[in-house]
């Protein structure tokens, strides 16, 4: 836990100073103050996206080489992006309501979609805790994490496929339209987040070794040992 | 609400959910080691 912590220990200074940057940046033009919270709004689903794909990777790892590490990688992403796009919904949610007047709109393409993203990986997680057999848990949730990981491109493409109230992205290619203060405190928002994905990633793969170890120790082995009495005088050997 | 309220709650949410999960996966990773 020594590298997760010196990890978890960069990415707090680079969150601090992403925060200086985020107070220090200019208000938006029409959003005023509200445009710091996409400052944290958009790492948060970067990360989510991010978290879902080595969900998938980690899944295919599994099919293919059979290693409890990469079911291990695959889940312990997945639980961590499910935490992400739930704080991507509920800070997109707290900025939504002054800029656009509702919480929540199921007709807006992006919303909705990752809304759905959020309980088909709910699902993903629950589906987990369905079995005790570990090869089991993991040969359904491997299937499960491949498929679900076409939802993170529909989500990223959503708002140039259906025109809705979500604004299309603002970084991309052939230059970004907002102030370079506010780039820069996004950019550097974005590296914290990812820092904190990595050591939070990193913790929650050695816990789930760990519960691995320990409920393999809690399994019955005398059950299988123990015979029950042969009532002919034959002896087993 | 003020317009630094409504950031500063955002901002609270985010980073206190984060910590959450980071002293929760603490917690656990120490109970685990004391129970080996």
């Given at each position: 836990?020594?590298?997760?912590r ?7 200074i ?5 925060l200086?940057l985020?107070?220090a940046?200019?208000?938006e033009?029409?959003q005023r ?9 958009a790492p948060?689903a970067?990360?989510a ?20 590490v ?6 312990s992403?997945?639980?961590?992006g ?9 800070t997109g ?19 909705a979609?990752?809304?759905i ?12 805790r ?19 990981v ?27 339209p907002?102030h370079?203060?506010?780039l ?14 990595i ?7 050695v ?7 320990a ?18 005088g034959a002896?087993?050997v | ?11 609270s949410?985010?980073y ?13 990773h ?7």
């Open positions: 836990m020594t590298k997760v010196a990890v978890m220990a960069l990415a707090a680079v969150a601090a100073y992403g200086y985020v107070i940046a200019p208000p033009a029409v103050t509200y445009a710091r919270i996409l400052h944290i709004h948060s970067w990360l996206f991010l978290a879902f794909f080595v969900t998938a990777f980690g899944s295919i790892m599994w099919r293919i080489r059979r290693k409890p990469w079911d291990r990688l695959a889940a992403s997945a639980e961590i499910v935490l992400f796009t739930g704080l991507a919904l509920v949610m707290i900025w939504g309501k002054p800029v656009w007047g509702v919480y929540f709109d199921w007709a807006d393409a992006r919303m979609s990752t809304a993203m959020f309980l088909v990986y709910l699902g993903y997680l629950a589906l987990r369905a079995t005790r057999d570990p090869e089991l848990r993991a040969a359904r949730a491997s299937i499960l994490g491949i498929v679900a076409v939802q993170v491109p529909l989500v990223y493409f959503s708002v140039n496929l259906v025109r809705t109230l979500h604004q299309t992205p603002t970084i991309r290619p052939g230059g970004s907002i370079p203060a506010m820069q405190a996004l950019l550097v928002n974005l590296a914290a987040f990812t820092l904190i994905y050591a939070l990633l990193m913790g929650r793969m816990v789930g070794r760990l519960e691995q170890e409920a393999s120790a809690l399994e019955p082995v005398a059950g299988a040992a123990v015979l029950p009495p042969r009532l002919d002896v087993d | 609400m003020s317009e630094d309220a409504v950031v500063t709650l955002a901002y949410v985010t206190g959910v984060v910590l959450w999960y980071a002293v929760r996966l603490h917690f656990r120490r109970r685990l080691t004391r129970r080996s």
